[in-house]
């Protein structure tokens, strides 16, 4: 009895002492945060929703709502921006611009991105809603969509400004939003590009990307740094490999050097400790349903999404799938229209609930179809 008790104290001991480890790494910044970028998961984190100055990382959400934006067609990545006077007395980190210069929203894009351009930001803003102050507010409605509970943005740079700041968790949130713009990533991933600006264009820029993370740390895809002598050093850093991709956040480091290695040492943890499951991918064929009154026979139903589940590496996993759909649908029915829902359980819990969308439009078929198959069912028993 005494032997057994001894062990058990022993097992308690050792269980902290390494959830200690796990959640503190020894890492120095005021806050970090590890997350899996395919299912939102919580790895690592330590002071994840203090709030604090986050300086140029605030640009994530900039780039996020332009990205959403050239999505929904309300921009376009050749459409030319007039420079604005606000933008071209941005002070800090810039390109340069000069007030009514013309650059296109790409090039915008790539300023943010690469030399993380407080003028282009400004810019950008002001081209998509009119003015910065107007921006500033679709950014913090955004903030608030998507749960950012510790979130307010005073500008679209990340200038220092009172009441400006965010959180290392609400900083993961926003940057997974972004990658699932796969479009940014081959801006946030260019090491070096020059930049033509000026009202004739006669200075150019060399820009070199302000995350060294993407030539020094394998898989690494983005995002964002920042600096202020408030906010010290912060970055929300990406990186995949295979079927992992992973987010690390680091606020409020001592200087830019231990930024960027305490982030890779998150992601290092990561990749060493956990892999990622496909459980099916967008667009994988789940079933063909029959089609009533419609000018095909039958619907294929698709996910509408991806989904994976994270797991600690060699750990097996009990999942069960849960497909429910109709056994049969009237037409019409439109390309992506819900039919039904895929439900993913481990160990007898929900995790992930997707939708299942039609592939293809369907129209309803015309009395003259209808009688013209009845027909070819007649003659062929098809």
Sequence with gaps: MKKRLISILLIIILSFGFSTAYADMGLSAKAYLLMDFNTGEIILAKNEHDRLPPASITKIMTLLIAMEYLANGSLKLDEEVIISESASKAIGTSVYLDAGEVQTVESLLKAICIRSAN???IALAVHIAGSEETFVDLMNERAAQLGMENTNFKNSSGLPEEDH????????????????????????????????????????????????????????????????????????????????QLIAVVMGAETSALRFTEAAKLLDYGFANYESTVIGRRGDVVADIPIEKGKEDSLSIILERDSHLLLPKGEKANIEKDILYPDHIKAPIEQGQKIGEYIVKLDGQEIDRINLVAKSEIGKASLVHLLKKLWENFLFGK
Excluded: F, W
């Excluded at 020059?194 to 060294?212: A, C, E, H, I, L």
């Excluded at 995002?223 to 990406?238: N, V």
């Design 119 to 121: 003028d282009a930001s």
């Design 165 to 244: 700041y965010t959180s290392a968790y609400d900083i993961g949130i926003m940057s997974r939003e972004l990658m699932k713009h796969e479009e940014i990533i081959p801006y946030l991933t260019t090491y070096m590009e020059d930049m033509k600006v000026g009202k004739s264009k006669p200075s150019v820029q060399t820009m070199v990307n302000t995350n060294r993370l993407i030539k020094d740390y394998e898989g690494a895809n983005g995002i964002k740094t920042g600096s202020t002598s408030e906010a010290k050093y912060c970055l929300s850093a990406s990186a995949k490999r295979g079927d992992l």
